[in-house]
């Protein structure tokens, strides 16, 4: 079994062929970074515009390197959301004529579903493991059960962690994107110089919040000196960091407690997300899943951040089960994993 994977949900231009070994067998993944750099964020329309120039070229790319024809294919799978609409629309137009000219059924995969099951593909875990989901528009925790099958433990109730970190990575003047930079300027700043709030710490339940810890450490940085000097920034970004670390850790140790009552049989922690290239926070989640009881997972890195293999993994696992999308299949800017899971508002409401 072989499958066409699309991505176009957000900044990436990426497509992928997976087979039901496991195997990547041909991938490409465009990045738009230089595109967005100059407004220190990305631009809906900039992006669309970039999705609709280079698609036809890295499918055919990706193809190429798998040495496959389209009448190989078994089905073609695209992201049907969440994410910028306009981008959103381009992979879901673009699959649905390859699979219309192929004769192939098409599939809608939910972005996030595929950062769900990337640990399937490169690991082979069994259902069900606890997932922490954390990028630039989400931060989530939840109770993968199967293809599909989602509870949601906590969620963001205002900003993701990943937006946290790209804006006071502006706030400081390093630029974009922030995740890395922020990263890469702690490494040599004094993360106790500084006190910063960990939001939700100690709290019932497994919600995030980032919003306050933002403002803090806007202000922080607005009580400095100006310019900032380099010492400053690196001491703000590791007091930021590592605040963001211990906040994810707290609600994370509840959702574990939760997770091994509930799913007794499960047996990993896994990581998902641009995030979750961050080092400190890696190293956490490692302690936190040996503390609970769960061997801790995360896919390589280039597997974390947005791509097109972990979009066609999961329409092969969809496949699989007769989990097939008509042609009609409207995409979608909001696409919440566990829809019966309560609601909550503010950026929340991408959960």
Not at 149 to 176: C, H, N, P, Q, S
Request: aromatic share 6%; charged share 20%; hydrophobic share 45%.
């Amino acid at each position: 079994m072989v499958i066409l994977g699309i991505e176009t949900s957000c900044d990436e231009t990426a497509a992928a062929v997976v087979d039901a070994e496991r195997r990547i067998l041909g991938e490409v993944v465009l990045s738009q970074l230089e595109e967005h750099r100059p407004f220190g964020g990305i631009v809906p329309e900039v992006a669309a515009r970039s999705h609709l120039q280079h698609i036809d070229r890295l499918v055919a790319e990706a193809m190429k390197r798998a040495g496959l024809g389209f009448h190989q294919l078994d089905a073609v799978a695209a992201t049907g959301g969440p994410g910028l609409i306009g981008g959103v629309i381009v992979g879901v137009m673009t699959g649905k004529a390859l699979a219309l000219a192929s004769g192939k059924p098409f599939l809608a995969v939910n972005h996030l579903e595929g950062h769900a099951l990337t640990a399937r593909l490169t690991h082979g875990i069994d259902f069900p493991y606890l997932l922490l989901l954390a990028s630039g528009g989400h931060c989530q925790l939840l109770a993968v059960e199967g293809v599909g099958r989602y509870t949601r433990l906590g969620t963001t109730i205002d900003d993701a962690a990943g937006e946290a970190f790209d804006k006071v990575a502006k706030m400081a003047g390093l630029g974009y994107p922030g995740g890395p930079l922020v990263e890469q300027a702690a490494r040599v700043g004094d993360p106790a110089r500084f006190t910063l709030p960990r939001p939700m710490k100690g709290k019932p339940g497994c919600d995030f919040s980032f919003s306050g810890l933002k403002n803090a450490t806007r202000l922080l940085i607005e009580s400095l000196p100006k310019p900032l000097s380099t010492q400053d920034g690196a001491d703000v970004c590791a007091a930021f960091q590592i605040a963001v670390a211990d906040s994810i850790a707290d609600r994370t140790r509840r959702a574990i407690r939760d997770f091994k009552t509930r799913w007794p049989t499960g047996r990993h922690l896994v990581v998902a997300g641009g995030v979750a290239a961050n080092t400190l926070l890696r190293q956490t989640l490692i302690r936190l899943g040996n503390d609970g009881g769960l061997e801790f997972l995360a896919p390589p890195l280039s597997l974390c951040t947005d791509n097109a293999a972990m979009i066609a993994w999961a329409g092969l696992e969809r496949f699989r089960l007769g989990l097939v999308d008509g042609l009609d299949f409207a995409p979608r800017p909001r696409w919440p994993l566990d829809p019966h899971a309560k609601k909550v508002g503010f950026a929340g409401v991408k959960a």
